[in-house]
C-alpha cells in the first residue's frame, strides 16, 4: 500500500515537472530568439551610429597627419574606439579597398573594390551577424578619397544572451523546485491524505469491525470510494447476517428434527425394553397402544421432512386433475371415524364440483395436518367443521374447530419452520412442529395459499385456497 | 435396598414433559428401588428442586413453562435458590442436541448431558445402581 502511495505521488510530480520544462524550454527559446534579434538590431543601429558619428572626425585627424605622424592617428582611434565596446577595429581603405591604415592591423577584414568604393555605407553580414561597416569618407568638396570599415563584435550580444539563457534557466529550476514542491503539499493535501484515511478506515473495516463507517466529505471521487467501500462493508455485513441466519435455521432443524425422531424412538424402546413389567392384557393393551401411536409420529413426521425436503430441493411433483368433491369426501369419512373416537362431532359440507390440478398424495398429507391438528387441539365434546366452496375461481377448503386455540403473537409464526425464540429454549406445544410449515409449502407449489383465523380458548379456522383447474386443462387431461 | 444404598442415589426428581416417557422412566427406576418424583413442567421442576431436597435431578431441556436451562440457571443460582444443595447431581436427559456453545454453558452447571434415546430406562437404572452418590455414571454413549 505505501509503495503504490509513493509510485502514484511520484508519477504526478514527474508527470507535472515534465510538462512545466516543456513549456518553459518553448517559452525560453521564443524569448531567447525575441531578445537576440533585438540585440543584433540595437547593435547594427549603434554600429551605424558609431560609423555615422566617427567617420568624420577619424577622416579629419587621418588627413591631418598621414603624412607625418600615425601616432596621432591611432591616438584619435583609441580615443573613438574607447567609445564603444561594440566597435574593436578601425580600418582605413582606398577605393580599390588597399589598405591605408589599420588600428589592429592582425584583424582587419579584406574588402573589395566594388565595397570600397560604394557611394553608401554598407553593412557586411557573415551567418547573419554584422561583422563590419564599410562607411565611404566624404571631403566637404564632395570628394571620395576614402573609406572606413570598422569592425564589429559580437562577443556583446553573444554574452548578453548567454546571460539571459543562464539566468532563464535558473529561473526555470526555482520554478521547477517550487512547483514540484507546491504540487507535492496539495497532493497530500487533495489526494494523498484523504486516499491515506480511507484505506485507515478501509483497514479497520477489513479487519472485522464492519460497523466502521468511512467519514465521507464532499461529491468528489474520494468521496465515491469512501461510499463505495461503506456501501461494500454493508452489503458484506446484511450478507454475514444472513449466512449466519441461513445456519441458524439450519441448525434448528437438525436439532429439532433429531428430537422429534428421538421422542417417540425413545418410548417404543422403553416399552419393548421393559416388556414384562405390561403382565396383564389391558397394561399390555395400553403400551401397544402408545407404541402404536410413537410409529405414527415417526411416520407423519418423517413424511413432512421428506415433503419439505423435496420441494426445498426444488423437485417437480407430478400433478394431475382431481374433483375436489371426490377428494374431500375420503377425508370427511377418515375424519368421521376419528372424531367419533374422540367424542367430538364432525360437520362437513361440499359444495363445488370443480377440479383442481394438484398432486394427490402431497395434498392428502396438508389437509389431512390440518384435520390432524384441529382433533388433536380439540377438547371432548368439542366440533370440527369441514366446508368445502368455490368462488372466484377458487376452490376453499375450510377446516374450523372449537379447540385452544393459538395466540395472537404464535400466529404470525405459525407457518414457519420452527418457531422457536432464539438463546432460549422455547417449548412450543405438541407438535414441534413443521406439519404446518409443510402444509404451506405443498399449498403453495400447487399455486394456492393458506390462512388461518384463531382465537385463544375458542378455537382455529384454517383456509385453504386452490384455483379451480382450467378448462384448457380439464380438456387437455380428459381421455 | 442393599447395604450400598446410604451412599448411592436414592431419590430422584425426573422432570419431563411427555407424560408416556416420564412414567415409563419413573416406573423402570422405581422397580430397581429408586424413590422417584415426577416433575412435566419446568415451573413445577424447579417449584419441587427447590422445596424438596433430592439425590440426583434428571432434567429435560425442551419444557413447557420454563425451559432445561432455565430452571438449571435458576438452581445453580444460590441468590435464587438458596434453599437448594448446591451439591445435588443434575444430569440433562434429552433428545434435543443443543449447539456446542449452549452444551458448554450447560456442562458448567449440570453433570451430564445424556441422550434419551440412547438410554433407555433399564440401561439408566443400571448406571445409577453401580454409581456413588455425588458421582457422575459412566455414559454408555459418547457425551456428544
Known sequence: MHRIHLTIRLRLILASSLLLLVIFTGMTVYLVRINTETLRTNLQNEAKAFAALATAPVADSYNLYSESGTDQIRAAMANYLGLSRSITNITVVDLNGHRLFAYHPATSPTVTAKQASHFTPLYVKQGGRLQYVVYPYFSTSGAHPFTMVYSVSNDQVDSAIRHEVESLVLFGILLLLLTSGLTNFLLDRIIVRPVREVSRQAKVISDGHLEQQISVHGQDEIALLGQAVNSMAESLKHSIAQLEEIDKVKSEFMAITSHNLRTPLTIINGYLESVEMFDTVDKLKEMIGRIGDSVKRLGSFSEDVLIISSIELGEKMPRKQVSANTFMQTIIDQTRTAAELQGLSLVATIETQAMVSVNEPYLRNAVWNLVDNALKFTPKGGKITITTTESDGMVHIQVADTGIGIAADELSKLFTKFHRATSVIRYDYQGTGIGLYATKIIIEQQGGNIEVKSEEGHGSTFTINLPVASAAETAHTSP | ?144
Open chain 2, 1 to 144: 435396598m442393599d447395604s450400598t444404598a446410604k451412599d448411592s442415589y436414592q431419590k430422584i426428581l425426573l422432570v419431563e414433559d411427555e407424560k408416556f416417557v416420564a412414567d415409563l422412566y419413573a416406573a423402570v427406576l422405581q422397580r430397581n428401588g429408586f424413590v422417584v418424583t415426577c416433575a412435566y413442567d419446568g415451573t413445577e421442576g424447579l417449584a419441587k428442586a427447590q422445596t424438596e431436597p433430592y439425590d440426583l435431578i434428571l432434567l429435560d431441556i425442551m419444557l413447557p413453562g420454563k425451559s432445561g436451562l432455565e430452571v438449571l440457571q435458576a438452581l445453580r443460582n444460590p441468590t435464587i435458590s438458596p434453599t437448594f444443595d448446591q451439591s445435588t447431581t443434575i444430569i440433562i436427559l434429552t433428545n434435543f442436541d443443543e449447539d456446542d456453545i449452549t452444551k458448554k454453558q450447560i456442562l458448567a452447571l449440570a453433570q451430564a448431558y445424556l441422550i434419551k434415546v440412547y438410554i433407555t430406562p433399564q440401561t439408566l437404572a443400571n448406571m445409577l445402581k453401580d454409581t456413588k452418590k455425588g458421582e457422575v455414571p459412566p455414559s454408555p454413549t459418547p457425551m456428544r
